[in-house]
């Protein structure tokens, strides 16, 4: 495994009279160190430019003297938190290579550095078959805002700046050899926010983020889809990019070139003589904070399986501390043997609380009803624990309800003010209610669509796979992250498009695997019905969706299929080694007119735990293997959108 050069750029204190001065881009660079330092293993030279040091020379000559080190087999990545810019192209030179008619460039501290001339930085590096990744922060909108409550890492600095650099916007494009991860598009506006009190670049905090959960194999496109659909969370104007996006390209390579890859082992949990019981995974794999999740032991992976080792499977421990690398946890209802080793699975994940900030500073009457309908909101009345109420915005988490209730309606918005739902009605006691109830709901199905194992050993050994129907080359999702399915011609109008979904086992050999295919609407409904509500896909064989028949990906039966129109699907592969239980995962639409109380969200998940537990009763295909209980876990998600083409 090859050595990963870093070069690790972030300024947050751009001159005032230049640049509206940043806050997170500090930050940014110190979680990605933090990362580096534990995914590579001591195999990470590190380089960083900070505030006035992370000047255009100082940029350029540490991509080709710190980057350019880099050797055959080795990494070179460069990261970029800041400001970005955009210039018209006016001269004739620029017009030729720029078909947005705009020149994009990075603001560094005291200058511009050209998008072109960027490329053929980061290309020379790659050119010596170099690994070469660039991941950048920033913004090329020239100064587009949306959302009073976010920051955007745009910039219209000086004159003379745009003049210096317009040289360099001549540069004809190369094709590229790097690997680009973007904040936005060339058209849209990136934007910074707080989390927990910290300032964060979005796509900085979600492609953190989906890095911490994902598997030490997974491809930069695997990355990028999981970043996007946090990222989406917080704000729906700002669509990262990966590029080149080609399929079998560097693109489905492992992120860093799969440097730190690992085949996860396991779970293991053991005592210390001063800590007590703790298991070996921790917040920096991607458990989430806090207490409350829970462990089960599993049956020893070797071929002799005494019945003294096998007598406390099925055994629960409970997270009490997580920390970085481990876990203390604390035995339910027995006592471990001191000198044994168990190897254990997650089998009820504490989530983190969605949190909400409320706001109504013209109607104290509908505050008050909302406050109380949310404090109220969980079993019997008493508080839920999906939502936390904080005082600011600046205070929540990654999942953040924003409730301005104004004009005799209460608006749920994002971070950037887009809404999660149309206004609700605020006209009575019941109405609040129905808003906590949808914050309830809203929680739940972001919860299930962002569920991944912190480095599950079962990660990649089923894949998850759509193709045209009548087809065998599976659909990739593009540089937005989505797989595109467009609807065709058809005589009376435009025609579904059909596809397959496959589930295939990749392995010769080993154990069969029980797999359930959620699908996830973006009218907030998660159903299993696409695969049977579960079955098992043995070593080498495939399972089809519908028993092999096709499925129509289409618009609601109330959309007309108009130009331009479209629908988002998530479908989570979650793969087990034993029978799961469902019922944890079903979820109707939101449907602001059903009754109160209909959906029974708040029974299932009375205790806030996402609860991985073998059915009340079995399949017919069961086997005493299985019997412990579903064990290991992992998932897969591929994120599906259905559209009208324009023309």
Not at 65 to 89: C, I, K, N, V, Y
Not at 154 to 167: C, K, T, Y
Not at 518 to 539: E, K, N
């Amino acid at each position: 495994m090859g050595t990963v050069h870093a070069l690790l750029t972030g300024i947050n204190a751009y001159s005032a009279d230049r640049c509206t001065p940043l806050t997170g881009c500090l930050n940014d660079v110190e979680a990605a160190e933090e990362l580096l330092v534990r995914r590579t293993g001591g195999r990470l030279e590190l380089t960083k430019l900070l505030n006035g040091d992370a000047t255009v020379s100082a940029v350029a000559a540490g991509i080709r003297h710190r980057l350019g080190r880099a050797r055959p087999g080795d990494t070179a990545l460069f990261w970029f938190s800041g400001h970005g810019t955009e210039q018209p192209a006016t001269e004739r030179a620029h017009l030729d290579i720029e078909a947005t008619g705009h020149w994009q460039a990075l603001v560094c501290a005291d200058g511009l550095l050209v998008d072109k001339r960027l490329g053929v930085l980061l290309n020379e590096v790659a050119a010596g078959g170099v690994h070469t990744v660039a991941v950048l922060d920033c913004c090329y909108a020239g100064g587009a805002t949306r959302g009073r409550h976010l920051t955007p890492r745009s910039a219209s600095p000086d004159a003379a700046w745009f003049a210096a650099a317009a040289r360099d916007a001549r540069i004809p494009a190369q094709p590229a050899r790097h690997l680009l991860l973007a904040a936005t598009r060339l058209d849209q506006p990136s934007y910074e926010g707080r989390f927990k009190g910290r300032t964060h670049g979005l796509f900085s905090y979600a492609l953190l983020g989906a890095l911490r959960a994902a598997s030490p194999s997974a491809t930069y496109r695997e990355v990028h889809a999981a970043a996007r659909s946090r990222l989406q969370v917080s704000c729906a104007y700002q669509r990262p990019t990966l590029a080149p996006a080609e399929p079998g390209g560097i693109a489905d390579q492992p992120f860093l070139g799969g440097a730190g890859a690992r085949v996860p082992s396991p779970y293991l949990m053991w005592e210390d003589r001063e800590d007590g019981w703790q298991v070996d995974c921790g917040s920096g794999h991607g458990l989430p904070p806090g207490p409350g999740t829970e462990f089960r032991v599993t049956r020893p992976d070797t071929p002799r399986r005494t019945p003294e080792r096998t007598a406390d499977v099925g055994r629960t421990v409970r997270a009490a501390t997580v920390g970085l690398e481990r876990t203390l946890v604390q035995p339910v209802s027995w006592s471990p043997k001191p000198a044994e080793v168990y190897p254990v699975a997650l089998s009820a994940l504490a989530v983190p609380p969605a949190s909400v900030a409320l706001t109504a500073p013209d109607d104290p009457a509908a505050a008050r009803a909302l406050a109380r309908a949310i404090a109220e909101a969980g079993p019997g009345g008493g508080p839920s624990p999906l939502l936390h109420r904080v005082g600011r915005p600046e205070d929540a988490g990654a999942l953040l309800f924003r409730i301005e209730a104004r004009g005799g309606q209460a608006h749920v918005l994002r971070r950037d003010g887009s809404a999660f739902v149309p206004p609700l009605p605020l006209d009575g006691p019941e109405d609040a209610d129905r808003v906590a109830a949808c914050l309830v709901h809203l929680t739940r199905w972001h919860q299930l669509r962002d569920l991944e194992a912190p480095h599950s050993p079962l990660t990649g050994r089923i894949r998850l796979e759509i193709t045209p129907w009548g087809s065998d080359t599976p659909l990739v999702p593009d540089g937005d992250g989505e797989i595109a399915c467009r609807y065709g011609p058809g005589p009376a109008g435009p025609v579904p498009p059909l596809v397959s979904v496959r589930i295939r086992h990749l392995a010769t050999t080993g154990r069969r695997l029980w797999c359930v295919l959620l699908d996830l609407t973006d009218s907030y409904a998660s159903h299993t019905g696409l695969f049977d509500d579960g079955r098992f896909v043995g070593p080498g064989h495939t399972g089809y969706a519908l028993d092999n028949r096709p499925v129509q990906l289409s618009l609601p039966a109330h959309t007309t299929p108009r130009p331009g129109a479209f629908v988002r699907d998530w479908l989570k592969l979650i793969v087990c080694e034993g029978e799961l239980n469902t019922v944890p995962f079903h979820l109707d639409r939101w449907d602001p007119l059903a009754p109160l109380g209909s959906r029974g969200t708040a029974l299932r998940h009375a205790d806030g735990l996402l609860r991985f537990d073998a059915p009340a009763r079995s399949s017919r295909d069961a086997h005493p293997e299985e019997a412990g209980g579903p064990g290991q876990w992992a998932t897969q998600t591929v994120q599906v959108r259905t559209e009208v083409p324009r023309c």
